[in-house]
């Protein structure tokens, strides 16, 4: 029974990982977690009792750090401040969390020889014209835009680093933009799902012609542990399933889903330096490990999502008020 250390895992995509690696492997699991604003224990009720631990405490704090990655086999490293609208108003934590935080935890693993997953995204690559032919590739430079895809691509090239000069065991990979159960309200999603519950319009940024490469938690849960199982020390591999959708397309399905005319949206202020497009070619992924997304059919996800927002309203509704009072401040 193999250990896994999982920063972040209150957060969207790490509980969703840890919800999928206890139901489809025998680890056992040990949650790091700060509990910002993105984490939520209610995320990680009704696991099994045995082989699951939460830990309340920062990545970015030493002795903890170490003590917990002795006890581990393989650090699985989710955590991180998320949010580029956040990073646009208040880098400091992006730097703390995602470079000193990564930092830490790298330091720890080479200290004690232990597997290292990172856990990036397809911002660092920048982005792409909406006619590009070519898709993001493992060597595509990188070229990040916001706050917080420069120090997700700083925290990358931490790990590269380390696995250079001092042989750190790790896999990282870049994943698009998640969907599924558990995010939080601030998202562009489940924002727009839980204003159509509130008789809230959806807000658009812009006109809507931004494209973002959808792939279901799950699907980026099961090629992580594809990655911790089969991957290569030193490699990255691009994580995606071909999801792209411009914001407008999915604000309409949204609507569509939710009953509401497919016009029933505002148009708000633009996001600072908004990436047009992002697209992710995951062949490497695909040839070299034999991993294949489950969750292909985007119109369904959407539908079992907001199916989710709108029977887990105790989940989200404490959230609710505060994020859109944010967003009311800066036109959006
Ligand atoms: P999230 O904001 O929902 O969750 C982040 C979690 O990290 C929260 O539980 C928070 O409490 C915790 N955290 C923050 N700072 C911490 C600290 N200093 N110490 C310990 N815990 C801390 O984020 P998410 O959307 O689930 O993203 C998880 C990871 O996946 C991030 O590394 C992100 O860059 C990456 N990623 C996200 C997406 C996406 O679409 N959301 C896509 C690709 C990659
Ligand atoms: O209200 C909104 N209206 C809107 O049009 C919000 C919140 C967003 N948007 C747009 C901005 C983006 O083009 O929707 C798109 C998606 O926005 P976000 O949910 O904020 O995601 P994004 O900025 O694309 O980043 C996400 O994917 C990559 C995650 O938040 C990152 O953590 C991940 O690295």
Same mark, same amino acid.
């Given at each position: 029974?193999?250990?896994?250390?999982?920063?972040?895992?209150?957060?969207?995509?790490?509980?969703?990982?840890?919800?999928?690696?206890?139901?489809?492997?025998?680890?056992?699991?040990?949650?790091?977690?700060?509990?910002?604003?993105?984490?939520?224990?209610?995320?990680?009720?009704?696991?099994?009792?045995?082989?699951?631990?939460?830990?309340?405490?920062?990545?970015?704090?030493?002795?903890?750090?170490?003590?917990?990655?002795?006890?581990?086999?393989?650090?699985?490293?989710?955590?991180?401040?998320?949010?580029?609208?956040?990073?646009?108003?208040?880098?400091?934590?992006?730097?703390?969390?995602?470079?000193?935080?990564?930092?830490?935890?790298?330091?720890?693993?080479?200290?004690?020889?232990?597997?290292?997953?990172?856990?990036?995204?397809?911002?660092?690559?920048?982005?792409?014209?909406?006619?590009?032919?070519?898709?993001?590739?493992?060597?595509?430079?990188?070229?990040?835009?916001?706050?917080?895809?420069?120090?997700?691509?700083?925290?990358?090239?931490?790990?590269?680093?380390?696995?250079?000069?001092?042989?750190?065991?790790?896999?990282?990979?870049?994943?698009?933009?998640?969907?599924?159960?558990?995010?939080?309200?601030?998202?562009?999603?489940?924002?727009?799902?839980? &204003?159509?519950?509130? #008789? %809230?319009?959806?807000?658009?940024?812009?006109?809507? +012609? $931004?494209?973002?490469? !959808?792939?279901?938690?799950?699907?980026?849960?099961?090629?992580?542990?594809?990655?911790?199982?089969?991957?290569?020390?030193?490699?990255?591999?691009?994580?995606?399933?071909?999801?792209?959708?411009?914001?407008?397309?999915?604000?309409?399905?949204?609507?569509?889903?939710?009953?509401?005319?497919?016009?029933?949206?505002?148009?708000?202020?633009?996001?600072?330096?908004?990436?047009?497009?992002?697209?992710?070619?995951?062949?490497?992924?695909?040839?070299?490990?034999?991993?294949?997304?489950?969750?292909? &059919?985007?119109?369904? #996800? %959407?539908?079992?999502?907001?199916?989710?927002?709108? +029977? $887990?309203?105790?989940? !989200?509704?404490?959230?609710?008020?505060?994020?859109?009072?944010?967003?009311?401040?800066?036109?959006?």
């Amino acid at each position: 029974m193999q250990k896994l250390l999982v920063t972040g895992g209150a957060g969207f995509i790490g509980s969703n990982f840890v919800h999928y690696a206890l139901a489809n492997t025998d680890s056992s699991i040990t949650v790091l977690d700060k509990l910002t604003y993105a984490g939520n224990l209610a995320s990680l009720q009704g696991l099994p009792e045995d082989r699951f631990t939460f830990v309340q405490g920062d990545i970015c704090d030493n002795g903890l750090v170490d003590t917990l990655v002795q006890e581990t086999d393989v650090v699985v490293h989710y955590a991180a401040e998320s949010h580029n609208d956040n990073s646009l108003h208040d880098p400091r934590p992006f730097l703390d969390t995602n470079i000193i935080g990564t930092y830490t935890l790298i330091e720890a693993a080479r200290k004690h020889g232990k597997r290292f997953h990172h856990i990036s995204t397809d911002e660092v690559y920048g982005d792409l014209e909406l006619d590009d032919p070519e898709r993001f590739t493992e060597s595509t430079p990188y070229n990040p835009s916001s706050p917080y895809s420069s120090t997700k691509a700083g925290s990358d090239l931490l790990v590269r680093a380390w696995v250079r000069s001092f042989g750190l065991q790790a896999t990282i990979s870049n994943c698009s933009n998640n969907y599924g159960p558990y995010q939080h309200v601030e998202k562009f999603i489940p924002r727009q799902i839980t &204003n159509v519950i509130d #008789g %809230i319009r959806p807000k658009l940024y812009g006109a809507g +012609e $931004n494209v973002r490469d !959808w792939i279901h938690a799950n699907d980026h849960s099961s090629a992580v542990l594809t990655i911790i199982e089969k991957g290569e020390i030193g490699q990255t591999y691009l994580i995606g399933a071909d999801g792209e959708k411009n914001n407008k397309e999915v604000v309409e399905l949204i609507l569509k889903h939710m009953g509401q005319p497919a016009d029933a949206y505002d148009q708000v202020i633009d996001r600072p330096g908004h990436d047009l497009r992002y697209a992710i070619d995951s062949s490497r992924l695909r040839t070299e490990l034999g991993w294949e997304p489950k969750f292909s &059919n985007f119109d369904q #996800g %959407i539908e079992a999502t907001i199916a989710w927002y709108r +029977e $887990n309203e105790a989940w !989200w509704r404490p959230q609710k008020a505060e994020t859109e009072a944010k967003y009311k401040v800066q036109g959006q």
